[in-house]
């Protein structure tokens, strides 16, 4: 007769990360978190600091509730149809990752922040890199991220070439021109100027959308703005389901007249 099992406890091999010179051996507890924004640069941050911290990171949050030490991030999956919450488990500090425009700033009273000089060590192959140009976009106008208005187009323009009336329109209210991912694919405009959810996040006092059918990912983009104003032919379209004011027409008809009263009155 075999002797009865008795269960093993899983063991996990671990290694303690090498740390940089400068900092901690350890994290201090008192960090409830460390917030990073979705952007190039902050991808990279987040992923090295989850690297060296050996801690998790929830990313492209959109919204943060605390509840004493408990704090619980809002993510949007499935093109923004369905809200998830996840709590944060484990020793401090959280990282997080949240998109742009998530939330409003808000004062906190405390000190300013500190500024701290970090000596980089020297990598291995860093003196290797050269680099042979630099591009400065141009720029007329607000910033898509900043510009209290924001005139958008999509594939209802028709053409290419009917974009300068997204252009014009946006200039007249002293905002900024977007573009939905059908005309960036298409290859009209740059994808600098593209609203959604893997474009830029804008939240402008009003959002006018032209020729856009208003898909969810475009929608995640741009649903936070203060008003909405949506032109398209079509009377069904789901642009029509977040916009304070819809117009049922022809883009080519009423772009046009907006532009033409606009400019009667400056």
Known sequence: ?????????????????????????????????????ATYDGRDIAARLSARLDRPV???????????????????????????????????????????KS???????????????????EAERAGETRVLDRFVQEQDGPSLEDAPVVVSGGRGLGAAEHYAMVETLSKLLNGAPGASRAIVDAGWVPYSRQIDQTG????????????????????????????????????????FSVADLGIVGDIHTVVPKLIEALQGRF
């Open 103 to 121: 939330f409003p700033p808000e004062p906190t009273g405390g000190d300013p922040a500190r500024v701290v000089e970090v000596p980089l060590a």
């Open 1 to 37: 007769m075999s002797p009865p099992c008795t269960p093993s406890t899983p063991t996990t091999a671990s290694s303690t990360p090498r740390q940089p010179p400068s900092w901690p051996a350890s994290p201090p507890s008192t960090s409830p978190a460390i917030l990073v924004g």
């Open 200 to 239: 830029k996040t804008v939240k402008p006092h009003l959002y006018i959308a032209c020729g856009i059918s208003g898909a969810t990912q475009h929608l995640l983009g741009m649903k936070g703005s203060e008003r909405i104003l949506a032109i398209n032919k079509d009377p069904e379209a789901p642009i």
């Open 58 to 100: 929830l990313a492209n949050g959109i919204s943060l509730d605390a509840d004493g030490d408990q704090l619980t991030v809002g993510t949007a999956i499935f093109g923004g149809a369905t809200l998830i919450h996840t709590v944060f488990r484990g020793p401090r500090p959280y990282l997080g990752l949240f998109r742009p």
